[in-house]
């Protein structure tokens, strides 16, 4: 995945950061807390929601699509803990058409060499809900990528921050916000059902959802 930013027309870049978080006390470690934030190409100052950083442990884990995840292995929630998002991604069994698709728009070492995203992955039942336009689009890069863009979000939230901050923005600004609606394991996506979520990776919290999501449909 190269170059997210030149395919949307706006300064992209995509990739999922998640790590075992701790929380600074009130003293001269707190301010460390600020060197884990994202880099110069993320938002300066955290949105609303996102205080804690976003990240998440494997016992942060939920949903009805997590019995389908491994209980071990480099694809099981601990194994994905260590690897940068787009790795873990080719290790979960609920996400192989993502990867595929990820893998054609050459998009790969992109998200990896983020600091501090979030992932609205979309399992394979959602992407064979295309149909033939899967292939189509697999085929055309250029119309893909954005697409994928408009499912990563520049700043690291968990399911907590989400439903704090209502809307966030995606890499593909273009394709407008994503409304977060619901709570709890109820909490929806642009209307898209959360199947495993909170799911920690090296570089990124990874939302597995149900839906390709449409960029501009909210709009």
């Known amino acids: 995945m190269k170059n997210v930013r030149r395919i949307a027309g706006a300064a992209i870049a995509a990739t999922a950061v998640l790590s075992l ?12 807390a600020d060197t884990q934030q994202p880099s110069s190409a993320m938002p300066s100052a955290a949105p609303a929601g996102a205080a804690s950083g976003g990240m998440t442990t494997a016992e942060d884990v939920y949903g009805p699509g ?16 260590d690897d940068p998002v787009a790795n873990a991604a080719g290790n979960n069994p609920l996400l192989k058409k993502l990867t595929a698709a990820v893998g054609a728009t050459n998009l790969g070492d992109t998200l990896n060499s983020q600091e501090g995203i979030t992932v609205f992955a979309p399992a394979d039942t959602a992407f064979d809900a295309l149909g ?6 697999a085929a055309a890069p250029d119309q893909l990528a954005p697409i994928l863009q408009y499912h990563v979000v520049g700043q690291r939230y968990d399911r907590d921050g989400l439903e704090k901050a209502g809307t966030v923005e995606s890499l593909n600004t273009a394709g407008g916000p994503l409304k977060i609606e619901g709570s ?3 909490m929806t996506v642009n209307g898209a059902k959360v199947l495993c979520g909170n799911v920690p990776t090296k570089n990124a919290t990874v939302f597995v959802i149900d839906t390709v999501m449409t960029p501009g449909a909210n709009m």
């Open 21 to 32: 978080a701790a929380c600074g006390g009130e003293n001269e470690a707190a301010p460390a």
């Open 66 to 81: 997590c019995a389908q995840v491994p209980t071990e292995g480099e694809g099981s929630v601990g194994g994905m803990v």
């Open 132 to 137: 033939p336009k899967f292939d189509e689009l």
């Open 184 to 186: 709890g394991e109820n």
